[in-house]
């Protein structure tokens, strides 16, 4: 991306004083890192020795060292050290480099690899008839797998027919282009960003160039003006009445005159090429009618596929795009979707031809719940289920009796003789007996239940789901004998156990829950965790862990506090309580007839020992809770003792004596569980097992806090953590127990998260006083001099600084002090480090971005582990060892912050002024939340990406506004020319949590214009 700022001056009219503009060139895409294998050629048309390769492709932005990677299954070869592939590189391996030379003299040969099953070197390595290869980035025993897919030959189609039934591959060969098979063409990967599941015959399809094209991406015209394929129809009621909805996301009409529609894969001019004179509007669509205007398809409503592929004269350019689809339901098309990252989906929708799809319909059958990963008191997987339909559903075909709906890949197959579900009704889908299912959750008697012990499971990784309703076409339900059944796809979803989908659903006893059950539920966004572990098949009433007092001495007691925060009182008798959740849940039984009321409080005591004389009910009987940093879990149970589903429970550390540790939620609707300040809130009674609870009071802030992080500076920067002492008072930093109660004042203060003690003989922390830490090894004067830090600041570092690294994607950061040393019977001496402040930081939102910058604690004396409470330091260095930066409200208050009294006066610090040199003038520095005096980080800078937006491809002009920045108003333009200029005023604002905002604009592609330019016009308005 080529970046240009420039200033245009122009007279001061009314309120504006200044008007600077920022003008972006050209635009860029941004990916992520990965390795395919883009391209093989396993048969080719005479000696296979001529022209047999593999083909891999760097689709990311990132260079990627592949030294050391080999190719482990189908063939074998090893990358040589010193191997780097970078971004939309690609990389030839071939089975006969001398006489691959011959056929393609223009293409770079990486290296020959030999055949697996142990063919002499320089013979043909791929199968013939199709076989797995795999690619790892080691040796087969110890590397990890990057990519592996199994391919077939295709074999024409063929099956065996009627007595003979088809094995499992004589199906799925069957489907594989057979066009790669001994002819002029490769399997080329049908998606260039290796999106989809490599491991199937949809992501593959024939070359369209003969003999492939190793070492690139097939040639595609000039310029490239993509059509997609958008709707397909396949089944109204009239089975001939096909049609193809094409979409235009180009800013100029296009004639697709002349192009191909096939449902062919291996033929793609089997049909007459389509009409001339067949226009797709700009952003536009054009309905494809089978019979009308010469235009052939048939698209089988039993399961069928559509390609379109551009083309002059009778020859392909290179343009493909299409879908496979299975049957469909009367009155449902087929329509792509596009998620936010840009993958499509084909999902069934009520028709739209000729207009936007919109969002997929939401009547019918729904996947609304998914418990892949069950855990901690939850054992049994399920999928729950709706319907939004404006009928009764029928979960059977109605042609064929006995054939039910069916959830493919849980594997599972819905029960019963003619099974059905009422409008609005739900019901649960899972592989053990009902009555396991039941049990294991409590499950409301009224709810649904279809159990299938036979079935499969959900994979905890991921996968796809998808809801299949079996069908009769044309009187069969299947080709023929052996052949798989037809069905309609009702409902699908492609969940991840990774990061955007809740990552919490994955082995922790949640489940994950579509946001909106009459919304859709393709994309990530649409899916949140369920709020309590058990998710929605859980029949009790939650109740929560709320407080424990763990450290006490007499008259005080250890107690657990658990509250109700529902309407209803919920009973709890054979619940279970326990400090250890994983391996003896079930150490301490509540007494039957126990109620926590709603919006209420129950406590247990311990007793104060745990002793088996302890008097009944008390769960000292049991177990005990550790002053020095324990768990407590609760499970709920039924009257037999098995588990229900729900638990729930709360980790902790060293507590000081008579501070109870309660759960609070913080500003962004996180649990946490923390310090208590004042008293402990539950009756100090140690002769009543059952005391009263009561609502908790706010969280200990205690005297010393951790007040800025830099764990991601850039380049040449270093990491450092800042503590303030907020008291008012000299703070010991040292334990301060008197020596003849057991204290030892060498035991310092710590840090957890990194390594690192206090030096020093009972060293201290002034009133107001500020220290830094550093990593070991960096030289004090070295990091004052970077950072600017006075030198009556303290910073530890040299050989005094701390071990280890700060996560650039997040960690928790503790500042602990010591209690009193404990002797443990088998362990020895103990010291319990109580934690003073806890910062669990993230690098996503809503925490600020901590790249390049610093994150500062906004109020001190606020609870600290709360995204809310941080801001990115508007100084890119940070303010180590000085007050945390003050976000600006105008640009004369930003300046008098920026800049001293020196620099004010001189001819630098205008807002027209370029201070640091870098280009940027300060008012830009100001508008966009950047500093005057260091050099700004590229990814801090407008920029522009390619995105959907409403159905178009659009660029989005992205670029940060400083929130506070109020006298500023930033206008986005386009133009052609650089001469005529046109407001965009579709755009979007985002809160980053850092004091700024996260802006983007839009505006749909026209590459049929050429190059495109956008400029930022910044207006500085009077105050």
Known sequence: MMVCPSIIPFKSFQSILIIFVWLLIQMEVIADSKIIVSEIYYNPNGPDEAREFIEIKNVGDLAEDISGWQFTNGVNYTFPNQTFLGPGEFYVIVANAQFFATQYPQVAIGGQYIDDDGAGAGRAGLSNRGERITLKDGPDDTGTTIYSFRYYDGDDGD????????????????????????????????????????????????????????????????????????EVRTRDGDLDNDAIE??????????????????????????????????????????????????????????????????????????????????????????????????????????????????????????????????????????????????????????FDGDNLSLNGFGVTVSGNQPTMAVGEVAYITNVEESVFRSAYDLN????VFANPEGGSLNGGGELLELRIPMTIEGLQRDAPGHPRYYAILDSVEYDDEFPWPVAADGQGYSLIRDNPSGPGYRAIDWKVSPYRGGTAFGGGAVLINEILSHTDLPQTDVIELYNPSSEDVEIGGWYLTDDSLLQPKKYMIPNGAVVPAGGYWAVNEDNNADPGAPPNYFGTSFSISSRGDEVFLFSANSEGNFTGFSHGAKFGATQ?????????????????????GSPTVEINRFEAFPDGYSNNPPLIERAVISEISYEPSDGGIEYIEISNISGIALPLYDTTPVNLGGNP????????????????????????????????????????????????????????????LNNGGEKIKLLRPDKPDFVPGVGIVVPMIEVDSIDYDDINPWPSGAGRSIER???????????????????????????????????VWSELEFNDEELQGDRAGPEDDFDGDGI??????????????????ESLPRVKFAQNNGLQSVAIHFQK???????????????????????????????????????????????????????????LAP
Do not use: C
Request: glycine share 10%.
């Open 159 to 230: 099956i065996p027919d009627p007595p003979e039934l088809p094995e499992e591959d004589d199906l799925e060969r069957a489907f594989w282009p057979s066009s790669a098979d001994g002819g002029d063409y490769s399997l080329v990967h049908m998606n260039p960003d290796g999106s989809s599941d490599e491991d199937d015959y949809e992501s593959w399809r024939p070359s369209i160039s003969m003999h492939g094209s190793p070492g690139a991406d097939e040639p595609l015209p000039e310029p490239l003006l993509p059509i997609y394929i958008n």
């Open 246 to 399: 094409v979409y235009n996301p180009n800013a100029i009409d296009i004639d697709i005159g002349g192009w191909y529609v096939s449902d062919n894969i291996d033929r793609p001019t089997k049909n007459p090429s389509i009409a001339d004179n067949s226009i797709v509007p700009a952003g536009g669509y054009l309905v494809l009618e089978n019979g009308i205007n010469g235009f052939v398809i048939s698209a089988s409503s039993k399961g069928e596929r559509v390609f379109i592929y551009s083309a002059v004269d009778s020859v392909l350019t290179g343009w493909v795009h299409g879908f496979h689809f299975p049957a469909s339901e009367d009155g449902k098309n087929f329509a792509r979707f596009i998620d936010d990252s840009g993958n499509e989906f084909l999902i069934p929708d009520d028709p739209s031809l000729g207009i936007e799809n919109g969002d997929p319909s939401v009547s019918g059958l729904k996947i609304t719940e998914i418990m892949y990963t069950p855990g901690y008191g939850s054992s049994v997987e399920y999928v729950k289920i709706i319907n939004n339909g404006p009928e009764e559903a029928l979960l059977y075909d109605p042609l």
């Open 445 to 448: 008697v009224s709810a649904r």
């Open 657 to 677: 004596n008579g501070v109870s540790i309660i759960r609070y939620i913080n500003g962004v609707g996180i649990e946490k569980f923390v310090p208590q300040s």
């Open 746 to 805: 060498s035991n310092n203060w710590s840090l957890d998260g990194v390594s690192f003690t206090f030096p020093g003989n009972e060293p201290e922390l002034q009133a107001g006083e500020r220290v830094v830490i550093i990593p070991k090894g960096i030289p004090v004067s070295d990091f004052r001099n970077h950072y600017n830090v006075p030198n009556e600041v303290t910073v530890h570092g040299a050989d005094n600084g701390f071990t280890g690294a």
């Open 858 to 892: 906004i109020v001190e004396s606020d609870f600290g582990d709360d995204a809310n409470n941080w801001q990115a330091s508007v100084d890119p260095l940070g303010t180590p060892g000085k007050e945390n930066n003050i976000v600006s409200s105008g640009y004369d």
């Open 921 to 938: 003038i300060n008012l830009h520095e100001y508008a966009f939340g950047l500093s005057p005096k260091a050099t700004a980080p590229q």
């Open 962 to 1020: 400083l929130a506070a920045a109020n006298d500023v108003n930033i206008t986005v333009q386009r133009s052609d020319d650089m001469l005529s200029w046109t407001v965009i005023n579709e755009g979007a604002a985002v809160d980053n949590q850092d004091g700024t905002m996260k802006m983007i604009y839009y505006d749909p592609i026209n590459l049929g214009h050429g190059k495109v330019f956008f400029r930022l016009i910044v207006e500085l």
